[in-house]
């Protein structure tokens, strides 16, 4: 995956896109084009790097909760 990628599916695993009329994930479009064009390894990659992104989000909301309990 580049570097492009891969921060994508990082930092947006879940966000939705604004296309009109169409409720699509991005992250989840972007794997099915790469299972449709036979990228396997590129979408065991993104898998990945889309749980990893996952586990931040998780980690940064709990770091705000933290601090905001601790004020």
Do not use: C
């Amino acid at each position: 995956m580049t570097k492009g990628e891969w921060l994508t599916f990082f930092f947006l695993p879940f966000f939705t896109s604004n296309t009109v009329g169409k409720e699509n994930l991005f992250t989840q479009s972007e794997m099915d084009r790469f299972e449709k064009h036979g990228f396997h390894k590129k979408a065991e990659q993104a898998k990945m790097v889309k749980a990893m992104g996952g586990l931040f989000w998780v980690i940064v909301g709990f770091i705000i909760l933290f601090i905001l309990a601790s004020q």
